[in-house]
């Protein structure tokens, strides 16, 4: 097996690869016409104690041209789930034209 592949176990069975690579620098680079980004604040419980409220952060990426009083439109969704040690804005700390980027790539 190749050094740079790690093979992962939920992947052993349908015998796929996960191969991980840097972001891309275009990535990085302005983008015409891109999205935003808006920070939302939600209730929720503290998953060390189920009795302690605590106010949680999530960021919504909105792509060019979203209009909130359009209600035939729809859009796709991704939902980006950070890990214990990140928070929601490790995703959108660097710039929105990462995500614009990304999401130009689906």
């Known amino acids: 097996m190749r050094q740079d592949i790690v093979q992962t176990p939920a992947n052993n069975s349908s015998n796929r690869m996960q191969e991980t690579q840097d972001v891309p620098l275009s990535y990085l680079e302005e983008v015409e016409n891109g999205g935003t980004i ?36 729809s859009y796709n969704i991704l939902y980006l789930m950070h890990g214990w040690r990140m928070t929601a804005g490790d995703f959108f700390k660097y710039s929105v034209y990462v995500s614009t980027n990304l999401i130009k790539g689906f």
Do not use: H, M, R, W
Not at 44 to 53: H, P, R, W
């Open 38 to 73: 808006e920070e939302v604040t939600y209730n929720s419980k503290d998953y060390s104690d189920a009795n302690q409220d605590i106010e949680k952060v999530a960021y919504v990426y909105l792509p060019p041209g979203y209009d909130v009083d359009d209600e035939s439109a």
